[in-house]
T-cell receptor, first 113, second 115 residues
């Protein structure tokens, strides 16, 4: 296994509340990613990080922020959750080198009521 | 922008038979990688196979092989001797060969294995 842990695995919360999802890696890789998975859309990139304090937006970044204060941790925050953010969220890491596949965590199922 | 299309939302195959999942993509790049990921009911994303665009030889991993047609921008996955454990969602993904680029995914194909 690639050494990625996502927490929590499941969460139910209410509209308007802040939510933070955590991704922790033990591989010391520079690159980390947050995706969301929705039926009919596959996985779509929310944000990614290419080093400590270095982050950038993906294609569906509205309503999300990220932080990376340590190599091993990449946090995804929903400042004020909305029902449209109900989804399964995946963290991924990428080893260095050309063509290396991304390795995924086990996902967090987030339900916003 | 790159796009990946999986036109078969669902497929089914008899156990021990062969099935082919389709994937097409659109890109103006010439240097890229293509991947197939498997997602069983456990929700894990498991890498099945990888293909480099500059390699003409089709990748093979045990019972899994691809038919990569670069000019047609087609990347199909063939599963031989299908097993019950092959039942899953299968995602095709594209990544251009530049730094640690993001993956662009198709919408997935749900594969059912009929005993």
């Amino acid at each position: 296994d690639a050494g990625i842990t996502q927490s929590p695995r499941h969460k139910v919360t209410e509209t308007g509340t802040p939510v933070t999802l955590r991704c922790h890696q033990t591989e010391n890789h520079r690159y980390m990613y947050w995706y969301r998975q929705d039926p009919g859309h596959g996985l779509r990139l929310i944000h990614y990080s290419y080093g400590v304090k270095d982050t950038d937006k993906g294609e569906v970044s509205d309503g999300y922020s990220v932080s990376r204060s340590k190599t091993e941790d990449f946090l995804l925050t929903l400042e004020s959750a909305t029902s449209s953010q109900t989804s399964v969220y995946f963290c991924a890491i990428s080893p260095p080198g050309q063509g290396q596949p991304q390795h995924f965590g086990d996902g967090t199922r987030l339900s916003i009521l | 922008a790159q796009t990946v299309t999986q036109s078969q939302p669902e497929m089914s195959v008899q156990e021990a038979e062969t099935v082919t999942l389709s994937c097409t993509y659109d890109t103006s790049e010439s240097d890229y990688y293509l991947f197939w990921y498997k997602q069983p009911p456990s929700r894990q994303m498991i890498l099945v196979i990888r293909q480099e665009a500059y390699k003409q030889q089709n990748a093979t991993e045990n019972r899994f092989s691809v038919n990569f047609q670069k000019a047609a921008k087609s990347f199909s996955l063939k599963i031989s001797d299908s097993q019950l454990g092959d039942a899953a969602m299968y995602f095709c993904a594209y990544r251009r060969n530049f730094g640690n680029e993001k993956l662009t995914f198709g919408t997935g194909t749900r594969l059912t294995i009929i005993p």
